[in-house]
């Protein structure tokens, strides 16, 4: 399929292709951004601050403006764009009949959009059906959640659908890839930790309510779940970590039963081979020593969540940290996931 990616010389944009490098269903076709990068080579217009060296193919690409008349024909688009500017463009392209797949936070609460992680939610991909974007349903908009919602939803699953979930405590400690490109100033971050992130903890929350909703005739039920978050910023490249404690609704005998819920959830799409899923989505630490994020963030292609310190909490039931790579699965290739699970369900092609 063609896909174009809109936003692609940020951070997140850069992501997508590398990912999509080689991707077995999904080929590179247009690449947009800013009016000021309009009209250039794809590597005169851009920063290019991956690990890997730019791809031949994508150095030549003329940007596009991110507007549906200058992307060809295109099947579906990825969009990495900044939420200043995403609402706007997104709306535009779902109305000209070409999907969007968004990482931005724009659309990630409107009631007929899903916010999607394939493991926890994959039957919220109906909703797009309630969609009016175009009078045929051709044109939507579907969201990943934010950079920690992705791992606390994960985390959070297993112990949903074993006990239900009453209250969660917990505090981020988010790696600087997530600031994006320059990102955060040397001298802030340096041998330091920053106990406060503009403008994230209001959305853990309401996504993670949302991602862990039951979908019945069309609408969502959300769990009353009280959670309170603490958002910091640490000196670490990769990877999101959460250390969290949890009350549930129905109390366990034991650790060993919260251990048992972890090992006995089934992915509900396993069996559909999708390219960007892990074999191990959830990964259950031993060791307390781990996970780590320079040890574990990259493993599964960077897509697995990483749980340890799993025991009994003294103040509520059980006490947990989780970690997963933030830029990958909880951004590009997220989006990327959800685009595979949405074109075997047949909503792309």
């Known amino acids: 399929m063609k896909v174009g990616i809109l936003g692609a010389t940020g951070a997140v944009g850069q992501k997508f292709i590398r990912l999509l490098q080689n991707h077995p269903w999904f080929k590179i076709e247009a690449l ?5 990068s309009a009209g250039k080579k794809y590597n005169d217009a851009a920063n290019w601050i991956e690990d890997v060296n730019l791809p031949s193919s994508i150095a030549k690409m003329i940007v596009a403006n991110c507007k549906p008349e200058e992307f060809g024909n295109v099947d579906f688009v990825f969009s990495g764009l900044d939420s200043s500017v995403a609402g706007e463009i997104e709306e535009a392209f779902a109305k000209a009949g070409i999907p969007v797949i968004s990482n931005a936070k724009n659309f990630r609460m409107d009631d007929t959009v899903p916010l999607l992680v394939p493991e926890v939610n994959p039957d919220h ?46 505090t981020t400690m988010q790696a600087i890839s997530g600031a994006g490109y320059p990102g955060v100033a040397s001298l802030d971050i340096l041998g330091n930790v920053v106990p406060f992130i503009s403008g994230e903890e209001p959305k ?21 779940i009280n959670l309170s978050a603490t958002a910091t910023r640490v000196p670490a490249i990769n990877g999101h970590m959460i250390s969290a404690t949890v009350k549930l609704k129905k109390t366990p005998s034991s650790i060993d039963e919260v251990k048992q819920a972890i090992q006995n959830w089934e992915n509900p799409i396993a069996d559909l081979d999708l ?20 040890l574990h963030a990259d493993q599964e292609g960077g897509m697995q969540l990483h749980m340890g310190r799993l025991r009994e909490s003294e103040v509520f039931d059980i006490s947990f940290v989780a970690m997963a790579h933030n830029t990958i699965r909880g951004a590009a290739g997220g989006a990327i ?13």
């Open 32 to 36: 947009g951004a800013s009016e000021r």
């Open 125 to 170: 991909i109906d909703l797009i059906k309630t969609q009016k974007f175009t009078a045929d349903g051709s044109g939507w908009i579907v969201t990943n959640p934010n950079c920690v919602a992705v791992p606390l939803s994960l985390a959070l699953k297993p112990f949903h659908d074993a006990f239900g979930i009453e209250t969660v405590i917990l």
């Open 204 to 224: 853990i929350k309401p996504e993670t309510q949302k991602l862990l909703s039951d979908l019945t005739d069309g609408k969502l039920t959300e769990p009353q």
């Open 275 to 294: 390219p960007s899923s892990p074999k191990e989505v959830i990964k259950l630490h031993e060791d307390d020593r781990y996970p780590q994020p320079r």
């Open 337 to 349: 996931l959800n685009a595979e699970l949405l074109k075997v369900k047949g909503f792309l092609g």
